[in-house]
């Protein structure tokens, strides 16, 4: 069965080049499209899993993502994904803290 874009449709650059919904980057969404196979994709929604903990994202992508597949009738990936992150898929450097504004 094939394996839904980890993209939950928010599709907003706004923290350091990552979407604010899934937090791919734009590089990160192309490659998703051109990864084959079954395992290649589910390591690669694993990796972003760890890369949205880095960058700060809320677990609200989890919870889209899950109704996103429900819609599509396709079993939810996330339930898989625990294989280790692929050094094949490369992340980009965790994105800084940003200062609280005074």
């Not at 993502?65 to 939810?76: A, E, N, Q």
């Amino acid at each position: 069965m094939k394996i839904p874009s980890p993209c939950i449709s928010v599709c907003k650059f706004k923290n350091a080049g990552h979407c604010v919904g899934c937090g791919m980057t734009k590089k990160q969404k192309k490659k998703f499209k051109r990864l084959e196979g079954r395992k290649k994709k589910l390591r690669f929604i694993e990796a972003l899993r760890i890369q949205q903990q880095e960058v700060g994202l809320k677990a609200n992508w989890e919870r889209a993502y899950r109704r996103r597949c429900r819609k599509k009738g396709v079993d939810c990936p996330l339930d898989r994904a625990e294989a280790p992150a692929s050094p094949e898929l490369p992340l980009p450097p965790p994105v800084p803290a940003a200062a609280p504004v005074a």
